[in-house]
């Protein structure tokens, strides 16, 4: 059975979430540099901890981004981290990679093509992969665990006949829907409990209140002898229930009117669908017609269950969490905010830094411009042999589609040829032996193409031989004054191809010919004899240059070698300079935070004499208020906590009046209208168009006024 036929991870968000599947994406796209730091900070982050820059992420092979990919699989699925990618095949990598990104919903189309580009490393996806991936590390990892008991399995029609199978297939369905009520029990119980931490924090914190209550108690009992204290007491912890009762009849009033106003809704409703149906029945509705009615109402209401409301419960959903997010930071302080704004001052100036040493160097030092250009290339070339091989596909199906054409044709105009078995197999021999042929052929023709290639080849390397050393012999024959050698060896050849064509169109004056031929070879002989030492001391020169040229080959070797000694010793010395460099910033930054510390302890320590010296001697006072430092730190917190109370009375005052103060108001624009209308129907002189009487108000008066 196959496991993977159907979207698991579709399957899982309808099953969980109650979400549909969103329609895939067909491309992939190139990430901004934002996503690409994202992607490392990630990889940076627990539980990967890679340490690494977007130098070394960018420089990384195929064979290390697909072995990144598959740690970062590992840390949501345990069975990934057990697979060695350099031993494993292509095709299982293939099924175990993709299968898992069908698993986990992938929001692109596993393609053939894009299949084959994850197991060969591509760039492109791989990052377009983990770019989705670490966005959610938390949700995939739940998937990819509820995903193994929530895969539907694919069973054929004809086995779904058997009543074994058939209730399996309920049992496993059944068991299916209560893991599914289950886990979101679970996810519910996890988000709502506390963790122990948490809980001992709290338990600890009340414990301390209580202890401060019950010591506050104490001493007001102890200041408070008054026999009328305990009448006090009573009246207090009355009142505090008095309260406690308001708080919660309040809060039965806000659940009362919630419900009220469901109620009302669900009237409204009601009426609504009686209206409806009394109106089809006195319009002689039709059962069909009804039906059509009830299809389409449920379908208008589907759609806004699942695209109303469900954009409705996201949107609150991120906000939720923004605001579950804002409210876990700690406070922050004004220290918090001047040591931000100094980081921020200093990565400016880092910043700036950088920015001058790229402008300043030049962009041809770069190493990695000549890859990326290659790269850029190579990219470039396989879309254009991609366009090619959908073109020729295109026409491929066109010719295919023509020669079915031609064929039907051909039957139409000459008939169907019956062809017997006896007949059908000399056929099907003749074939074997004319594919047989035509390998054989084709095989010769393309070992004669080659040789044609390497021919033409060595051709075209003798020709740029033959007019280098020309060249070199006529540079030769002007030095040693017998220019026109080379020049008299041409004009025998083209003679002697002058001769061929002469013998062939005038046969009868060959005596002439032979005569001018004989002329031309005495010439030649003459010649010879007079160039003959010089062609002898130009075959010395050759020598001589022969041996010089591989004198010159040998000291540009030891050059070239020497050269790369030399750089060797160049970046090595440039490696040692940048980790001194880098030992020098830690250790003056070391250097700056002691010395602050040291600061901030003198002062510490200064204000520890001062407090001690406070304490000790009577008559010295920090100021005219207060007598030392604790008593102005505690004057400062009492004063805080005053502001505090007074802010929460107000805050519960306009809570309390909100309903009360928002109806004044309401009230108060409807008198301003009423008045401004009367003063525009005491300036007019005209009441009639303001308004009218309404006859339909029993027991009591009603003017509507007009909105005009």
């Known amino acids: 059975v196959n496991m993977y036929n159907e979207d698991p991870g579709a399957h899982f968000n309808q099953g969980i979430f109650g979400g549909e599947g969103k329609q895939k994406t067909q491309q992939l796209k ?355 042999k991609n366009d090619e091989m959908q073109t020729l596909e295109k026409e491929k199906i066109a010719l295919e589609k023509l020669m079915a054409e031609k064929e039907q044709e051909y039957v139409q105009t000459k008939g169907t040829k019956y062809m017997k078995r006896d007949d059908f197999k000399q056929y099907a021999a003749s074939l074997r032996g004319k594919n047989q042929k035509y390998k054989k052929m084709k095989k010769n023709l393309e070992d004669i193409r080659s040789e044609l290639a390497v021919l033409n080849r060595t051709e075209q390397i003798l020709k740029n031989k033959a007019e280098m050393t020309d060249d070199l012999m006529k540079k030769l024959e002007e030095q040693k004054g017998i220019a026109g050698y080379s020049k008299i060896q041409d004009d025998m050849e083209k003679v002697a191809k002058d001769r061929q064509e002469i013998d062939k169109l005038k046969e009868g004056s060959l005596q002439e010919l032979t005569k001018v031929v004989q002329n031309i070879e005495e010439q030649l002989k003459s010649k010879k004899s007079k160039l003959a030492p010089q062609i002898k001391q130009l075959r010395t020169y050759r020598k001589k240059y022969e041996e010089r040229e591989g004198d010159y080959l040998k000291h540009k070797k030891a050059y070239e070698n020497t050269l790369m000694s030399f750089e060797a010793d160049k970046k090595n010395l440039e490696e040692d300079t940048n980790k001194l460099w880098n030992e020098y910033k830690e250790e003056e930054t070391k250097y700056h935070s002691l010395n602050i510390q040291s600061t901030i302890h003198s002062v510490l320590k200064k204000n520890i004499q001062m407090e001690t010296q406070f304490q000790k001697n009577p008559d010295a006072r920090l100021s005219d208020d207060f007598k030392s430092l604790s008593e102005m730190y505690s004057a400062k917190l009492e004063q805080e906590d005053e502001t505090i109370r007074d802010l929460k009375k107000h805050q519960r005052y306009v809570k309390d009046n909100l309903e009360n103060n928002s109806l004044q108001v309401r009230l108060f624009d409807d008198l301003v209208k009423i008045l401004a209308v009367k003063k525009k129907s005491a300036l007019s002189g005209e009441a009639a168009g303001i308004g009218y009487e309404d006859k339909n108000a029993k027991d009591y008066d009603r003017f509507v006024l007009r909105e005009d």
């Open 30 to 384: 190139n990430l901004t540099t934002a996503e690409i730091k994202n992607i490392v900070g990630g990889l940076n982050r627990p539980p990967f901890m890679c340490n690494l820059s977007l130098v070394d992420f960018d420089d990384k092979t195929p064979l290390e981004l697909l072995e990144l990919l598959n740690t970062v699989l590992g840390e949501l699925d345990e069975t990934h981290k057990a697979v060695d990618i350099r031993s494993e095949t292509q095709d299982a990598t293939t099924e175990r990679i993709c299968g898992f990104l069908t698993v986990l919903g992938f929001p692109f189309d596993l393609t053939p093509s894009l299949k084959r580009d994850v197991v060969h490393g591509d760039k492109k996806t791989i990052h377009n992969i983990l770019n989705w991936i670490l966005q959610r590390p938390q949700d995939l990892k739940r998937i990819s665990y509820t995903s193994k008991f929530l895969v539907a399995l694919s069973i054929p029609e004809e086995l779904m006949m058997d009543e074994e199978i058939r209730e399996t297939m309920d049992v496993y369905k059944n068991l299916q829907a209560e893991f599914t009520a289950v886990h979101q029990n679970l996810e519910v119980l996890r988000s709502e409990a506390m963790s122990p931490d948490q809980l001992k924090k709290e338990i600890t914190q009340l414990e301390s209140e209580k202890e401060q209550l019950i010591s506050k108690i104490s001493i007001f009992k102890d200041k408070n002898d008054d026999p009328d204290f305990k009448d006090l007491l009573d009246a207090t912890s009355q009142l505090r229930k008095e309260q406690e009762t308001e708080a919660r009849n309040a809060e039965k009033m806000s659940e009362q009117r919630n419900m009220l106003e469901q109620s009302e809704q669900q009237e409204y409703m009601t009426r609504q669908r009686l209206m409806d149906a009394q109106k089809n029945s006195s319009a002689d509705v039709t059962a069909d017609q009804m039906l059509v009615q009830l299809r389409n109402e449920t379908k208008k209401n589907r759609e806004l269950c699942y695209d109303v409301l469900e954009r409705e419960y996201e949107d609150k959903y991120q906000r939720s969490q923004k605001i579950e997010m804002v409210l876990a930071e700690p406070v922050t302080t004004q220290g918090d905010i001047d040591q931000l704004a100094n980081e921020v001052r200093r990565l400016q100036r880092d910043c700036q830094v950088l920015d001058d040493k790229l402008s300043s160097t030049n962009p041809a030092d770069d190493n990695l411009a000549i890859y990326k250009t290659q790269a850029a290339a190579a990219s470039k070339k396989k879309e254009n």
